[in-house]
């Protein structure tokens, strides 16, 4: 899953775990380029970055130094780095906190910014935007890995940190000199005052091109040892020469074993070794004077490993179905196009800055239903009314109003104060729809209490819609579901 | 306030605590999310685990538990016979000290096909946790500390060495616990501060409450957060006579729901003289031990023992804890406090019988005194 939770250690702190590196032209300025990361996989709604690391994005103009066989792409030793730091939560009385960051630009100059904030911070001159915040992870995930298998996309609904950077082109980058780039994002160690680093590794995470680690090195028809994490403790643009063996033999493995996955040898030894090769340097590659397109992924490498000039720009857009390119190249060498499951991730990317999507909410449901032996209308009788005292949990209920907009103030048994409203209601159908106002930390709140005759007992069903607002879903979940199973289970006390 | 260099070591950068607590709140509560979609998804149930415990061993909110019971029972549901299920059965039970019923669960995750190193890792935790094999149990921790990289490994060594009054090694393996801990996340150096906190307060036959509190003020340093460093540290506090200061740990606390924090809070109250304050906490401390005792009596014997042979007052009660407390894990703490119950609650014969069980399974390590009438 591109470089979602790619290694033990990443599961210890998930804001330092680097997901994914997008670097396309800018939809909305063919001048200006977008480098776009991406941390902490499956972020839930109240995800904010950590204080204690560097997020850097850096590209290095790269040369191509070999063709066919002998393909290879030469980084440069200059580096151009973007460099973003998140400050310690500010408390906002009766709001959620406010995160702050500075990014360092490769001129050194720093730019402050708040996160979430769509409209982002720009330097004086225009040269520079950046965005930081909450967004809906742009990566598909619709294949199951192991059987390579397509499948629905693995990642609905997920969001993810991202920190961007929008820049001038030509000023920045100075594609004269050489269009070629190739990009990076990493997260390293960063030192708090009075604080001591003790024996950190050189950096967390790293991500050149996607499915490095949980697709390349980390095949489940290879054995081994899982080397992603030392994988993520190389320097980036600089393998190890020690371990660069023990890479470059796991990716030739890995190759092998995705070529024959369909049964069919369509790589031969000294291709393979050459694609090695060229993943070994693991860089995004992007050529920054010629077009980007959600197709042109990997199509420097691959033109490249064919032996003649590439066309496009590469690069990585946010809409490119990059897991159905890469597997198309390595199982069959574009024979023909394997296609996942899903056909977009959760939301597309937008032509627009920021460019990812807005962050996804969820609708959570908690439904719960009890068989009581009673007529349904002797049932009815006893819930039906909305100010009724029958559920044990609550102890006192005060009706504001009557018929449909009639408030109930509930307070319960341990204190707790619920503000609801009802919606409709219908006693021929035995069933009554609220609204929560007030006290239980969840927007578009709505329940259905319904009682249905069945034979000659009744199923009462109380089921509850939300979005977590300002309270974790889980606790609102375990509040609702509490106040479902006690109250039902009570009529099954009293009914039999 | 006391940095961890003068403890010996320097404090490690972090990610702020309150930082670290909104994203595991907000990781467990996406996979969460996920695993109502897809229960049978790989790697989602291994964090929901991971994710639920560290909110009940930081955040103190010990319904934790209870929705661990919940994801094994959707897990056994959505696939009845898969090893990865088994192995989540048997860390849940493992982390209620169902230690019977997780043995049982980890021996069809074997069956089932899960890999060795994960079935040994809670093996070991179990046979640990129960007292058995100590000496096999030592001798694999050792050699799975010693391994580079496994620094995580030297926390569970350090409490088995302290469970085994080796206690200046229990204390270098924490230290050296901290010492190579290579991530930023706060959760585990503040678990390692707060273990030699216990060690420094609680395991040793003199304790140190002063180089206990410095530990457990690191830890909360760590993690501002964290409830069971809050609740030993106000223990210290009380026994010092900084009232405020322990009330200003707890107060905070009290959110969380544990009943330990309402225990304490009753101390706070009894020692300022206010009964009746005092006896509100009470209430809520001892409905909050019961409510839990009710839904994992085996996870809570122990400290319901301890909160009824203390403040709580009901040494038959206390007595009754610490026997089946005992019954399913005869480890030296465990034998130590159902010893002082059963002289608390006058069951002399009870108390005898235990003394002469501990010296048979601890030998010296643990000197209970003789009944006296």
Same mark, same amino acid.
């Given at each position: 899953?591109?470089?979602?939770?790619?290694?033990?250690?990443?599961?210890?702190? =998930?804001?330092?775990?680097?997901? %994914?590196?997008?670097?396309?032209?800018? =939809?909305?300025?063919?001048?200006?380029?977008?480098?776009?990361?991406?941390?902490? =996989?499956?972020?839930?709604?109240?995800?904010?970055?950590?204080?204690?690391?560097?997020?850097?994005?850096?590209?290095?103009?790269?040369?191509?130094?070999?063709?066919?066989?002998?393909?290879?792409?030469?980084?440069?030793?200059?580096?151009?780095? #973007?460099? #973003?730091?998140?400050?310690?939560?500010?408390?906002?009385?009766?709001?959620?906190?406010?995160?702050?960051?500075?990014?360092?630009?490769?001129?050194?100059?720093?730019?402050?910014?708040?996160?979430? %904030?769509?409209?982002?911070?720009?330097?004086?001159?225009?040269?520079?935007?950046?965005?930081?915040?909450?967004?809906?992870?742009?990566?598909?995930?619709?294949?199951?890995?192991?059987?390579?298998?397509?499948?629905?996309?693995?990642?609905?609904?997920?969001?993810?940190?991202?920190?961007?950077?929008?820049?001038?082109?030509?000023?920045?980058? %100075?594609?004269?000199?050489?269009?070629?780039?190739?990009?990076?994002?990493?997260?390293?160690?960063?030192?708090?005052?009075?604080? #001591?680093?003790?024996?950190?590794?050189?950096? #967390?995470?790293?991500?050149?091109?996607?499915?490095? &680690?949980?697709?390349?090195?980390?095949?489940?028809?290879?054995?081994?040892?899982?080397?992603?994490?030392?994988?993520?403790?190389?320097?980036?643009?600089?393998?190890?020469?020690?371990?660069?063996?023990?890479?470059?033999?796991?990716?030739?493995?890995?190759?092998?074993?995705?070529?024959?996955?369909?049964?069919?040898?369509?790589?031969?030894?000294?291709?393979?070794?050459?694609?090695?090769?060229?993943?070994?340097?693991?860089?995004?590659?992007?050529?920054?004077?010629?077009?980007?397109?959600?197709?042109?992924?990997?199509?420097?490498?691959?033109?490249?490993?064919?032996?003649?000039?590439?066309?496009?720009?590469?690069?990585?857009?946010?809409?490119?179905?990059?897991?159905?390119?890469?597997?198309?190249?390595?199982?069959?060498?574009?024979?023909? =196009?394997?296609?996942?499951?899903?056909?977009?991730?959760?939301?597309?990317?937008?032509?627009?800055?920021?460019?990812?999507?807005?962050?996804?909410?969820?609708?959570?449901?908690?439904?719960?239903?009890?068989?009581?032996?009673?007529?349904?209308?002797?049932?009815?009788?006893?819930?039906?009314?909305?100010?009724?005292?029958?559920?044990?949990?609550?102890?006192?209920?005060?009706?504001?109003?009557?018929?449909?907009?009639?408030?109930?103030?509930?307070?319960?048994? %341990?204190?707790?104060?619920?503000?609801?409203?009802?919606?409709? &209601?219908?006693?021929?159908?035995?069933?009554?729809?609220?609204?929560?106002?007030?006290?239980?930390?969840?927007?578009?709140?709505?329940?259905?209490?319904?009682?249905?005759?069945?034979?000659?007992?009744?199923?009462?069903?109380?089921?509850?819609?939300?979005?977590?607002?300002?309270?974790? &879903?889980?606790?609102?979940?375990?509040?609702?579901?509490?106040?479902?199973?006690?109250?039902?289970?009570?009529?099954?006390?009293?009914?039999? | 306030?006391?940095?961890?260099?003068?403890?010996?070591?320097?404090?490690?950068?972090?990610?702020?605590? +309150?930082?670290? !607590?909104?994203?595991?709140?907000?990781?467990?509560?996406?996979?969460?999310?996920?695993?109502?979609?897809?229960?049978?998804?790989?790697?989602?149930?291994?964090?929901?685990?991971?994710?639920?415990?560290?909110?009940?061993?930081?955040?103190?909110?010990?319904?934790?538990?209870?929705?661990?019971?919940?994801?094994?029972?959707?897990?056994?549901?959505?696939?009845?016979?898969?090893?990865?299920?088994?192995?989540?059965?048997?860390?849940? !039970?493992?982390?209620?000290?169902?230690?019977?019923?997780?043995?049982?669960?980890?021996?069809?995750?074997?069956?089932?096909?899960?890999?060795?190193?994960?079935?040994?890792?809670?093996?070991?935790?179990?046979?640990?946790?129960?007292?058995?094999? *100590?000496?096999?149990?030592?001798?694999?921790?050792?050699?799975?500390?010693?391994?580079?990289?496994?620094?995580?490994?030297?926390?569970?060594?350090?409490? *088995?060495?302290?469970?085994?009054?080796?206690?200046? $090694?229990?204390?270098?393996?924490?230290?050296? /616990?901290?010492?190579?801990?290579?991530?930023?996340?706060?959760?585990?150096?503040?678990?390692?501060?707060?273990?030699?906190?216990?060690?420094?307060?609680?395991?040793?036959?003199?304790?140190?409450?002063?180089?206990?509190?410095?530990?457990?003020?690191?830890?909360?340093?760590?993690?501002?957060?964290?409830?069971?460093?809050?609740?030993?540290?106000?223990?210290?506090?009380?026994?010092?006579?900084?009232?405020?200061?322990?009330?200003?740990?707890?107060?905070?606390?009290?959110?969380?729901?544990?009943?330990?924090?309402?225990?304490?809070?009753?101390?706070?109250?009894?020692?300022?003289?206010?009964?009746?304050?005092?006896?509100?906490?009470?209430?809520?401390?001892?409905?909050?031990?019961?409510? *839990?005792?009710?839904?994992?009596?085996?996870?809570?014997?122990?400290?319901?023992?301890?909160?009824?042979?203390?403040?709580?007052? +009901?040494?038959?009660?206390?007595?009754?804890?610490?026997?089946?407390?005992?019954?399913?894990?005869?480890?030296?703490?465990?034998?130590?406090?159902?010893?002082?119950?059963? *002289?608390?609650?006058?069951?002399? +014969?009870? /108390? +005898?019988?235990?003394?002469?069980?501990?010296?048979?399974?601890? $030998?010296?390590?643990?000197?209970?005194?003789?009944?006296?009438?």
């Amino acid at each position: 899953m591109s470089d979602h939770i790619d290694g033990p250690r990443s599961i210890g702190d =998930p804001s330092i775990d680097m997901t %994914d590196l997008f670097t396309f032209i800018s =939809p909305e300025n063919p001048s200006r380029t977008v480098f776009a990361a991406d941390v902490f =996989p499956s972020a839930g709604s109240s995800a904010v970055f950590t204080d204690a690391a560097n997020h850097a994005i850096v590209a290095r103009r790269v040369t191509v130094a070999g063709l066919g066989d002998a393909a290879k792409f030469q980084a440069g030793d200059r580096e151009i780095r #973007f460099n #973003f730091r998140f400050d310690k939560l500010e408390a906002q009385p009766g709001q959620k906190p406010l995160q702050r960051g500075t990014c360092t630009l490769p001129d050194g100059q720093t730019l402050r910014f708040v996160v979430n %904030d769509e409209k982002g911070a720009t330097t004086p001159d225009g040269t520079f935007r950046v965005f930081a915040g909450l967004r809906s992870d742009p990566f598909l995930l619709a294949w199951l890995g192991a059987s390579l298998k397509p499948f629905r996309n693995l990642l609905e609904h997920d969001n993810v940190l991202c920190f961007l950077v929008d820049f001038d082109t030509k000023r920045v980058l %100075d594609p004269a000199q050489g269009s070629l780039f190739g990009v990076i994002a990493e997260t390293t160690p960063a030192p708090q005052p009075g604080a #001591f680093v003790g024996h950190p590794p050189p950096r #967390f995470d790293w991500v050149g091109r996607p499915e490095q &680690t949980n697709v390349r090195l980390n095949n489940p028809g290879v054995k081994g040892d899982d080397v992603r994490d030392l994988w993520n403790q190389q320097t980036p643009f600089a393998i190890a020469p020690e371990y660069a063996p023990i890479f470059r033999k796991r990716l030739v493995d890995s190759l092998h074993d995705y070529d024959m996955r369909d049964g069919k040898e369509d790589w031969s030894p000294a291709q393979i070794a050459a694609s090695a090769n060229v993943f070994l340097d693991d860089f995004e590659l992007i050529d920054v004077a010629k077009p980007t397109t959600d197709t042109s992924y990997l199509e420097i490498e691959k033109s490249t490993l064919n032996g003649r000039p590439y066309q496009t720009g590469g690069g990585r857009t946010l809409n490119a179905h990059d897991i159905d390119i890469l597997f198309t190249w390595i199982v069959n060498r574009d024979r023909e =196009p394997m296609v996942g499951g899903a056909t977009q991730a959760t939301q597309l990317g937008r032509n627009t800055f920021p460019y990812l999507a807005p962050p996804n909410t969820e609708l959570q449901t908690v439904a719960e239903s009890i068989v009581v032996g009673a007529p349904a209308d002797k049932v009815w009788a006893l819930i039906g009314p909305f100010g009724a005292m029958w559920h044990p949990l609550i102890a006192e209920i005060r009706l504001t109003g009557a018929g449909e907009g009639q408030l109930r103030t509930v307070e319960t048994i %341990d204190g707790k104060v619920i503000i609801e409203r009802m919606d409709a &209601t219908d006693n021929a159908r035995r069933q009554y729809r609220y609204s929560g106002i007030t006290g239980m930390g969840a927007s578009n709140y709505t329940g259905i209490l319904e009682v249905a005759q069945k034979g000659g007992e009744s199923s009462v069903t109380w089921r509850v819609q939300y979005l977590s607002d300002g309270q974790p &879903t889980i606790i609102i979940r375990t509040i609702v579901a509490t106040l479902q199973k006690v109250g039902l289970e009570s009529l099954k006390k009293r009914f039999g | 306030m006391m940095q961890t260099a003068d403890l010996g070591i320097e404090r490690m950068t972090a990610t702020a605590g +309150d930082i670290a !607590a909104i994203n595991l709140e907000s990781a467990r509560q996406r996979s969460w999310s996920r695993f109502w979609r897809a229960p049978e998804q790989a790697g989602i149930a291994e964090g929901i685990v991971e994710q639920e415990q560290l909110t009940a061993q930081f955040m103190g909110d010990l319904s934790a538990f209870d929705r661990l019971e919940m994801l094994v029972t959707e897990l056994a549901r959505a696939e009845p016979e898969s090893g990865r299920a088994s192995l989540i059965a048997a860390q849940v !039970a493992c982390s209620t000290h169902r230690f019977a019923e997780a043995r049982e669960s980890l021996g069809l995750a074997v069956a089932r096909g899960v890999t060795p190193d994960a079935a040994d890792r809670l093996s070991l935790t179990i046979d640990q946790a129960t007292g058995v094999n *100590l000496s096999d149990v030592l001798a694999a921790r050792r050699q799975r500390a010693g391994r580079p990289g496994h620094w995580e490994e030297r926390v569970p060594l350090g409490a *088995l060495l302290a469970d085994l009054g080796e206690f200046d $090694g229990a204390d270098r393996a924490y230290v050296e /616990a901290l010492r190579t801990y290579p991530d930023v996340s706060p959760f585990a150096p503040a678990w390692a501060c707060f273990q030699l906190g216990v060690l420094w307060g609680e395991c040793i036959p003199a304790p140190q409450p002063e180089r206990a509190a410095q530990w457990y003020r690191t830890a909360i340093e760590y993690l501002p957060g964290y409830v069971k460093a809050r609740v030993h540290l106000a223990e210290i506090y009380l026994d010092q006579g900084r009232t405020e200061d322990a009330r200003t740990l707890l107060v905070p606390a009290l959110e969380s729901g544990d009943p330990e924090v309402s225990w304490r809070l009753a101390d706070l109250a009894e020692a300022a003289g206010d009964r009746g304050e005092s006896a509100v906490h009470l209430a809520a401390a001892r409905s909050g031990f019961e409510a *839990l005792l009710a839904r994992h009596p085996l996870a809570f014997a122990d400290h319901g023992a301890e909160f009824y042979l203390g403040s709580g007052d +009901d040494p038959a009660r206390a007595f009754e804890l610490a026997q089946m407390n005992v019954a399913n894990r005869p480890t030296r703490r465990a034998l130590e406090q159902a010893h002082a119950a059963a *002289l608390a609650a006058g069951e002399a +014969d009870a /108390a +005898d019988t235990l003394r002469v069980d501990a010296g048979e399974r601890w $030998g010296n390590a643990v000197p209970l005194p003789v009944t006296t009438d």
